[in-house]
């Protein structure tokens, strides 16, 4: 099981890729709204960032993990 300091990093690391070449580029806390009106992420920010999670999970666990399905990228 992860702690939550793993979590963060891994969600910290993810923003941190998905930000990468972005003219603006917002540092990860546990309170930064990433989706709503106040949020940092576009739609396909917000697909590309869940789509890390999974990824750096999965290497993390050693196990396939789906945050979010596949037919959500359709």
């Not at 963060?8 to 709503?36: C, I, W």
Request: aromatic share 6%; no cysteine.
């Amino acid at each position: 099981m992860m702690t939550e300091s793993e979590i963060f990093a891994l969600l910290e690391n993810a923003l941190q890729e998905t930000q990468k070449g972005a003219p603006v580029v917002h540092p990860f806390s546990p309170d930064l709204p990433l989706l709503g009106k106040d949020g940092v992420l576009d739609s396909l920010d917000a697909m590309l960032f869940l789509d890390t999670v999974d990824q750096l999970l999965a290497e993390k666990t050693g196990r396939p993990i789906a945050v979010v399905s596949d037919d959500a990228f359709s």
